[in-house]
Structures are given as structure tokens and as C-alpha cells.
């Protein structure tokens, strides 16, 4: 069984700080890798992706750090803000092909004023 | 406002009887697909369909059913619920290949 082991599974950063969540994977079948971000009551949504033909990728403060020989990719949330407070989820696709995207079990960030 | 929506948002569930969640979505994408969320665990894909009139097994498939009749639905059965089904369900879409899936808001079970 495919797997997506995520960590920390909980994470306080104070305002202004960085917060880091990492991930590692076994094989895949589709080199993307996405995190996706849900606030309570709603549905997780696209954050950031990553295809590892870069080692990473930023967008605003987040960015997406890839290591495709240890299997690793992490996100790292730069001055981490009140409103970054939610549930981070890094995927990666199974060997099953691109429509069986594993999740890991999820980063509960809260970030406190 | 496109997307997906699903219906119940929340519903309480006695054990042994029948339920059915509904999907429908307005994107026109071909894959759709159904995980439960649940504490510690996170997103765990349940079914799965690339186009309509196919679907496929994912990690936790035994106790449901799914069903493509055409593009736009995709319903999720319980034939007999039971208490390890209380969960949250979320439906999504993808366009093919893209990677991005679109997640409705959950129907949230819970089963006595």
C-alpha cells in the first residue's frame, strides 16, 4: 500500500516565524506533488505543487523544497501569519497512476499573534 | 459560482441502513473521486472514476459503492452503514492529467 508519511502532526509557530512541514513517499507513478490547505468546515484547496524537474519552487512565502533521491519534499511557510492557521496535506500519486492521489495524515499549524 | 456540491452537508445514521452522498459537479471534468477524512488518518481515497462510466478502487473501498452514470455525478452508497463509517466525505474532480483536484465542502456522517 502506497504511503505519504507527513510530520509534525501538529506545529505552534508565533507570527512573523516559519513554519516547516515535511513529507516522504514511496514510489510514485507521476512525478507531482502537491500540498493542499483546509480551513475548518471546508474543503482542502491547491496550495502549491511541485514537478521534480526543480529541486524547488516558491510562490509568495511558500515554497516547496524537493529531494528526489531521499523521496522528501517539504514546505516551509515564511513569517507565518494568523491567517496560515489551517490543516496542510502533502500527496504524491501511487503507483496506481494519477488518479490515486495519497494524502498524508495532515499538519495541524496554528499560528499565534 | 462553479464546483462541486454535495449533499447531505451533515446526516445522522442509524447502523444497517442505506445511505447515498451525492456529488455534482459543473467543471466538465472527467476524474472524480470520493476520500473520508478522519482524525490522525487524513484523506483516504475511497473510489475513484477517470470518465464516465468507469470507476476504480482505492485504499479503503470495502463497504462502498460508486456509480458514473454521465459526467457531472457521482454517488457514493453505504448499503449497510456501520459505526466505523462516521467520517467526513469529501467528493472531488480533476481535469485529466492536471494533478489539481477540486474538493467540495464534506458531508459529515455519523453512524449510531
Known amino acids: 500500500q502506497q504511503q505519504v508519511k507527513q510530520s509534525p502532526q501538529s506545529l505552534i509557530v508565533q507570527k512573523g516565524g516559519i513554519s516547516i512541514i515535511n513529507c516522504a513517499y514511496e514510489n510514485t507513478a507521476f512525478d507531482y506533488f502537491p500540498w493542499y490547505q483546509q480551513f475548518p468546515g471546508k474543503g482542502p484547496a491547491l496550495l502549491i505543487a511541485?514537478?521534480?524537474?526543480?529541486s524547488e519552487k516558491k510562490e509568495g512565502r511558500f515554497t516547496i523544497s524537493f529531494n528526489k533521491s531521499a523521496k522528501q519534499f517539504s514546505l516551509h511557510i515564511m513569517d507565518s501569519q494568523p491567517g496560515d492557521s489551517a490543516t496542510y496535506f502533502c500527496?504524491?500519486?501511487?503507483?496506481?497512476?494519477?488518479?490515486?492521489?495519497?494524502f498524508g495524515a495532515g499538519t495541524r499549524l496554528a499560528v499565534h499573534p | 459560482i462553479a464546483g462541486i456540491t454535495q449533499a447531505p452537508t451533515s446526516q445522522i445514521l442509524a447502523a444497517g441502513r442505506r445511505m447515498t452522498l451525492r456529488c455534482t459537479q459543473d467543471?466538465?471534468?472527467?476524474?472524480m473521486y470520493w476520500y473520508r477524512q478522519d482524525l490522525g488518518l487524513g484523506l483516504r481515497l475511497i473510489h475513484y472514476?477517470?470518465?464516465?462510466?468507469?470507476?476504480g478502487k482505492g485504499e479503503v473501498p470495502d463497504g462502498y459503492s460508486v456509480s458514473r452514470a454521465n459526467t457531472d455525478d457521482f454517488p457514493l452508497t453505504l448499503a449497510s452503514a456501520v459505526p466505523s463509517q462516521t467520517s467526513v466525505y469529501f467528493c472531488a474532480s480533476s481535469g485529466t492529467y492536471t494533478g489539481e483536484l477540486f474538493f467540495g465542502e464534506g458531508s459529515r456522517l455519523t453512524v449510531l
Open positions: 467543471m466538465r471534468h472527467n476524474a
Open positions: 511541485i514537478r521534480p524537474d526543480v
Open positions: 472514476s477517470n470518465t464516465a462510466g468507469t470507476t
Open positions: 500527496a504524491a500519486f501511487g503507483d496506481g497512476g494519477y488518479n490515486k492521489l495519497i
